[in-house]
């Protein structure tokens, strides 16, 4: 026993020193077009960092620049196909209605800790935590111009649909996925008779609330994604966290979505579902 706890302290330090990589947000007075060309020359300016995405095998480049209202982030990774389908209906004749397809879109995901503690973001973190999602979707969000905004709470307090999760310590955690306070940027449709051989799934139509704080786009170009970011600084929301220039801000970046899944090989997107932050970044704020 008294092993097994040495062992164990052993192992949340190690976590606790990891190095954070720093990704330095560069004041502009041009901020760039949020339209996913990523050809503003503020881009060429700022000073990107590479994170690793282990779940996926890729790494994935970030830049930072914010101007005295807004920030803005820009993400960019290799996908060999661009995916502009998420779970669509094939209609099946011999029963004469529709079924969920196998295609999945393409998503990557901001993560942020909404906490001034230094905080663990896995899916195998020791203690509770709560974060900031900023989603973008290629199906249910990049259509209208944006990240779909949402909170995760990970927390030892089983809740109504939360998903029981075992830490890296072996303590039972369970997570709970939220959408922040108004109107989203999609709904599930619903048709009971035929009107085509594969359909979308889904009406879209602008959000608003808390839920429309996050304008995004997206373009894939010759196997890479360019999705571009902005939020204000400050929404005045308390499902956001609210970044002031001078302080430092945790955060994490996964190109799946992070919702505890298991891998499930009958997915076009295997992976799907079972996103996970990587390396521990900073955000950090020049003058």
């Known amino acids: 026993m ?61 830049h930072a620049c914010h101007d005295a209202e807004n920030i803005y982030l820009l993400a960019v990774f290799p996908d060999a196909t661009e995916n502009r389908l998420h779970k669509p209906l094939h209609w099946n004749p011999q029963m004469e209605l529709y079924g969920m397809g196998p295609e999945r879109e393409d998503t990557i995901v901001l993560k942020w800790a909404i906490s001034p503690r230094k905080t663990d973001l896995s899916l195998k973190a020791a203690s509770s935590y709560k ?19 949402k909170f995760q709470l990970y927390s030892e307090n089983k809740t109504i649909k939360s998903l029981p999760i075992i ?66 600084l400050n929404t005045g929301n308390g499902d956001d966290i609210a970044f002031r220039p001078g302080e430092d801000y945790r955060f ?4 799946y979505e992070i919702a505890g899944r298991v891998p499930d090989p009958s997915l076009e997107i295997p992976l799907f579902g079972s996103g996970e932050v990587g390396e521990p970044l900073l955000l950090r704020f020049a003058d």
């Open 2 to 62: 008294h092993a097994l706890r040495i062992g164990l302290l052993l192992l949340l330090l190690a976590d606790s020193s990891a190095a954070e990589q720093t990704l330095l947000s560069i004041h502009t007075v041009q901020p760039p077009v949020i339209d996913g060309v990523a050809d503003d020359p503020v881009w060429s300016e700022t000073t990107p960092i590479k994170t690793r995405d282990a779940v996926a095998g890729i790494d994935i480049a970030l």
């Open 131 to 149: 974060a900031d999602i900023w989603y973008w979707k290629s199906v249910r969000t990049d259509p209208v111009g944006f990240a779909d905004d």
């Open 167 to 232: 830490s890296k310590t072996g303590s039972r955690f369970y997570l709970l996925r939220r959408g922040d306070s108004g109107k989203s940027a999609y709904r599930n449709k619903m048709p009971v008779d035929y009107t085509g051989d594969v359909i979308d799934a889904f009406e879209i139509s602008q959000p608003d609330g808390s839920r429309a704080d996050i304008r995004a786009k997206g373009q894939w170009q010759a196997g890479v994604w360019r999705v571009e970011f902005t939020r204000k």
């Open 252 to 255: 994490g970046v996964s190109r």
